[in-house]
């Protein structure tokens, strides 16, 4: 039990390789937080005009949830994917034991982008397999009853949330959805107690538990709750993530999650091998040569990171 909590956590500004001249907002991991349910991973990246060239990059271990806000993007990976995600699409990327994949703009020249890009960490009974990806133009929606003002409107982006659940594949108990919260809305946001759960403010304001939150903030729930009740005074767009808490070691590493060093370690010296790179990660459909090479590993082994909250 992690108990009921409500804890501030602030992004920081990140400068995302491969992308010229564009940061993004990191909220996690946090120092203190590594993971909330299986999620290990957010960034947001935008809003303003940019032209993005993330050149093709592994990843093991994990999901990849690409959320857009504003703009479109392409997607192209090792598993033969080729597709354009608009606002209120999911694309959904399953790493297993290697693949790999690069995000543009559309365009040659900068446009508005904002996303969110989210991580989910696999646990032992999914990590070692094959990679794979999925695109979902639908998702589906519920409304949640207000005490005031109009109702909220969930989006389910993964897992369950308020009785519905996303078609995407999740692979522990977890709930990530967006809510749009109407202008003088008060509403309980319904809760799973046995689960850990998270709410970052996208955009407008809200409350929660009387407690104002800050674009692009994370506010940290814990555990042991029912609901939690969220208002907005103009309206707002927040991120709901959260699910069972992830109890197995994670060690996470540039774009790797693993359960240790030398795990890391062994996929960092595969995507730097030509033939060993091709064997795990695949190509990337439609591009040539071009990728990100790996950063150097720390001199010191790395270690499965802790909660301390």
């Known amino acids: 039990m992690i108990g009921r909590r409500t804890i501030s956590l602030e992004p920081r500004e990140v400068p995302l390789g491969g992308v010229r001249g564009m940061s993004v907002l990191r909220t996690l991991p946090n120092r203190d937080l590594p993971t909330v349910g299986a999620w290990c991973f957010l960034d947001r990246f935008g809003p303003g ?65 904002d996303a969110l890009q989210l991580w989910v960490v696999l646990p032992e009974s999914a990590r070692h397999g094959a990679g794979g990806f999925e695109q979902h133009t ?55 107690e046995a689960w850990e759960h998270a709410i970052v403010l996208v955009e407008g304001d809200v409350t929660v538990d009387g407690r104002a939150v800050a674009r692009n903030e994370m506010l940290y729930l814990g555990d042991a709750r029912s609901d939690v009740s969220v208002s907005s005074a103009e309206g707002g767009l927040l991120f709901i993530l959260g699910g069972e808490p992830f109890e197995e070691d994670l060690v996470m590493w540039w774009n790797f999650a693993g359960r240790t060093h030398d795990e890391i370690a062994q996929a960092r010296a595969d995507w730097e091998t030509p033939d060993a790179a091709s064997a795990r990660f695949g190509h990337v459909v439609t591009h040539g040569t071009e990728r990100i090479p790996a950063p150097e590993l720390p001199n010191v082994r790395l270690k499965p990171r802790r909660r301390r909250i």
């Open 49 to 113: 005009p940019v032209k993005m060239r993330v050149e093709p990059h592994p990843h093991i271990g994990l999901q990849t949830v690409t959320w857009p806000l504003v703009g479109d993007m392409r997607h192209r990976d090792s598993v033969d994917s080729d597709v354009t995600l608009k606002r209120g699409q999911l694309n959904l990327m399953t790493a297993g034991n290697g693949i790999s994949h690069s995000e543009y703009s559309l365009g040659e020249d900068p446009i508005p982008l």
């Open 138 to 192: 639908s998702l589906p929606t519920v409304a949640v009853p207000a005490s005031s003002g109009s109702d909220a409107i969930a989006t389910v982006v993964l897992g369950e949330f308020a009785g519905a659940r996303s078609p995407a594949t999740a692979h522990t108990p977890i709930v990530g959805a967006e809510i749009a919260l109407a202008a003088g809305s008060r509403v309980a946001l319904p809760l799973d």
